[in-house]
């Protein structure tokens, strides 16, 4: 079909709770015989946010005006005549009558004014409105039966036996969208403050002025409130300061994995004081509970049992403390001294900083491997060796202040509650095997001496 200055365009617009739609369909008259033929059409779906049917009426509104007005600039015949065809009248009446509508009403009428005339807008009943197939959906049978590409039949006659297109009164559901307005008689010589009478000429001058008046005096009273609430930090859990035996209450978390040579991977497991800050590590080849135990039962044999245990909420640990929960604990107690070890699991959602007292030896280590091992792959022996070296010089980091003076006593350590012995010198080992010739030993001396 030849679409000239003659040819009419009408847009068919509709919505349903599931989607809003809008169809163009051109109308020219040709050898004296009405011809209609589909342009454009679009659908979308409706938001997830619930909206109501009128606002989805409105939505499908604007689509159809942008469809429009990208026809015609894509025809450059900006005089056609348009006709758009809507079933709803709240729209309808939203976008013909001037109200205090809300923000989400009157940003779609204004841009449906700025892309269609007012006048052009007409009322079409629902069962005549051919758009409702675009909203509601239909099955390929009832697609082709309707021929729903040809237009709505009576568009194919005369004028004057279209649809009136004229809306008789206002919709009830137009006012839900106006705005709400408060009136409120003010009294200047009673209700404001002399001195901004006298000052202020402006009423909305002077409002804003007595607002931000009112806004400083309420952050003064909120400042004031917090500064009498902080009193200083807060204490630490008794946990952390009542005087215990080392390892008594421990933290343990897991860091890692490193390879071997082999291609296997191991996991370092962290036993932390919480009192005394020293350290204890063992190497795990798995993540599973099974090999959790195994870790803690090598711990318990060289530090001692903990009496309380706090960790996160993996699963190896949580395996481990359901296993330990279902034995007989009062037939235990009865027949041996051994006490049940008290499982303390941080909360979920505070698991970045709830164990910070772990987590920053977990960075530490990572640290010193990073420094001393770089890309180096080791057997389990060699890691095992870096891995006590490394508790070591972690267990050797001062707690206290570390003063210049060389008079004033040496600062406290993790080793010394932990190491009777003071000296740890390897040097002795460290010079024999410093005489191997062996390459893969002068590679370990390097990768324990850094």
């Known amino acids: ?30 050898d ?40 015609l600039k894509a025809l450059n015949m900006p005089d056609l005549k348009v006709t758009l065809w809507s079933d709803s009248t709240t729209a309808l009446w939203w976008i013909k009558e001037y109200g205090n509508w809300s923000v989400f009403v009157a940003n779609r009428v204004k841009e449906i004014r700025q892309l269609t005339q007012i006048q052009s807008w007409k009322y079409v009943p629902g069962n005549m409105n051919i758009a409702d197939l675009l909203s509601r959906g239909c099955s390929p049978r009832q697609m082709l039966n ?32 106006r705005k709400k307005t408060k009136n409120a008689n003010v009294d200047l010589a009673i209700d404001a403050p002399s001195l901004l009478i006298c000052n202020v000429s402006d009423y909305d001058k002077m409002i804003r002025v007595f607002a931000w008046i009112l806004r400083f005096v309420n952050c003064r009273k909120d400042y004031n409130k917090l500064k009498s ?29 490193l390879f071997f040579k082999t291609g296997e991977k191991v996991w370092i497991t962290l036993f932390t004081c919480t009192v005394y800050r020293a350290l204890h590590l063992e190497l795990v080849n798995a993540l599973s509970s099974d090999a959790f135990l195994l870790a803690l039962r090598r711990f318990i044999a060289r530090r001692g049992r903990p009496r309380i245990i706090y960790c996160d909420n993996g699963t190896n640990f949580r ?10 604990w009062h037939k235990i107690s009865r027949e041996t001294s051994t006490q049940k070890i008290v499982w303390k699991f941080i909360p979920p959602t505070a698991a970045s900083w ?40 972690i267990n050797s980091r001062p707690l206290t202040y570390i003063s210049e003076n060389p008079q004033e006593l040496i600062p406290l350590t993790p080793a010394m509650f932990l190491i009777e012995n003071r000296c740890s010198d390897t040097t002795d080992i460290d010079e024999l095997n410093s005489t191997d010739l062996r390459k893969r030993m002068k590679y370990r001396i390097k990768l324990l001496s850094d």
């Open 229 to 257: 609430l902080s009193s200083g930090p807060s204490p630490l859990p008794p946990d952390r300061v009542n005087d215990c035996a080392i390892f008594e209450v421990v933290g343990i978390d897991l860091a890692g994995p």
């Open 354 to 393: 709830w164990g910070g007292w772990w987590e920053r030896l977990v960075r530490i280590i990572k640290e010193l491997l990073k420094r001393s091992l770089g890309k180096s792959i080791l057997s389990y022996e060699e890691l095992s060796t870096v891995i006590c070296d490394c508790e070591f010089l």
């Open 32 to 71: 004296s015989r009405v011809s209609v033929i589909l342009v454009r059409a679009k659908s979308r779906v409706a938001p997830l946010k619930l909206l109501s049917i009128p606002r989805l009426e409105l939505m499908a509104c604007c689509v159809g005006a942008r469809l429009v007005n990208s026809i």
């Open 146 to 177: 309707s021929r729903w590409w040809e237009g709505p039949s009576w568009l194919k006659q005369n004028s004057e036996y279209w649809p009136d297109g004229e809306i008789s009164c206002e919709p009830q559901e137009v006012n839900v969208e």
């Open 319 to 328: 395996g481990a403390f359901n296993d330990l929960a279902k034995l007989d």
């Open 1 to 30: 079909m030849k679409i000239d200055i003659f040819t009419e365009l009408h847009v068919f617009v509709d919505a349903s709770k599931g989607s809003y739609a809008g169809c163009v369909f051109a109308r020219s008259i040709v």
